[in-house]
């Protein structure tokens, strides 16, 4: 079973359309991130959330709005696409809360493509 | 906050040569991570570093962080085309004075070799 499961792997859409990621995973982690790659590949963290409560949000357009409704979820929405949006979204999850020898799981990424 | 530096970019090499990509820290590494990145799929987790002068091995692939914990390096022996990708180094860090962990990555670097 993946641990860390992200839907839709592709995703192609026009500007100034609502659309939605969804993340789950199974890892019994408290933990779980939102990163965006640019198309540099440089990795930036977006958001984290605890046990569905957010704890980072490091400094993202209001647009993007993530959402966890129990803590094996993070779903990231985005209103009002924009040509700078497009990128390689990653969700993530992690068990720092409890041991910090440990590692972050990745999902498989979301290409997002805004036309 | 803390910034990853890591060189070179990118790097091309031919199958069964030695190669070393090096990550620099502006701020005294808490925990270091390295992972991999295979063209359109998520990050694979390498290794972790915590400790200064830690050296750590997987298959040919090794990690070293130095003594004063700000530089870690990361050298393949004998280079494969399976180790092509992107290989990207993290900084573990704790979100405002709590417990909760987030990783922040340098640039990435693209490694190409050559059969």
């Known amino acids: 079973d993946t641990a860390v499961s992200q839907t839709p792997k592709y995703l192609v859409t026009q500007m100034g359309n609502d659309k939605s990621i969804k993340c789950e995973q199974n890892?019994?982690?408290?933990?779980m991130y939102w990163y965006k790659q640019d198309s540099k590949k440089f990795l930036k963290i977006m958001f984290s959330?605890?046990?569905?409560?957010?704890?980072i949000n490091e400094t993202v357009p209001n647009r993007f709005s993530p959402k966890s409704p129990d803590k094996a979820h993070l779903n990231l929405h985005i209103n009002s696409l924009e040509l700078g949006d497009s990128a390689v979204y990653f969700c993530?999850?992690?068990?720092?809360?409890?041991?910090?020898?440990?590692?972050?799981?990745f999902g498989s990424g979301t290409q997002l493509s805004v036309l | 906050s803390q910034e990853l530096e890591q060189s070179p970019q990118s790097l091309i090499v031919q199958e069964g040569k030695n190669l070393t990509i090096n990550c620099t820290s502006s701020?005294?590494?808490?925990?270091l991570y390295w992972y991999k990145q295979k063209y359109g799929e998520g990050l694979i987790f390498l290794m972790m570093?915590?400790?200064?002068?830690e050296e750590k091995s997987h298959e040919k692939i090794t990690a070293k962080l130095d003594e004063k914990k700000q530089q870690s390096s990361l050298h393949i022996t004998a280079s494969q085309p399976s180790h092509a990708g992107i290989y990207l180094c993290?900084?573990?860090?704790?979100?405002?004075?709590?417990?909760?962990?987030?990783?922040?990555f340098g640039q990435g670097t693209i490694l190409t070799v050559h059969p």
């Open positions: 993530a999850s992690s068990p720092w809360e409890r041991a910090t020898n440990e590692k972050l799981f």
């Open positions: 890892l019994g982690h408290d933990t």
């Open positions: 959330y605890n046990n569905k409560e957010l704890i």
């Open positions: 701020k005294t590494l808490y925990g």
């Open positions: 570093l915590q400790k200064g002068g």
């Open positions: 993290g900084a573990l860090s704790h979100w405002a004075g709590t417990s909760y962990g987030k990783l922040t």
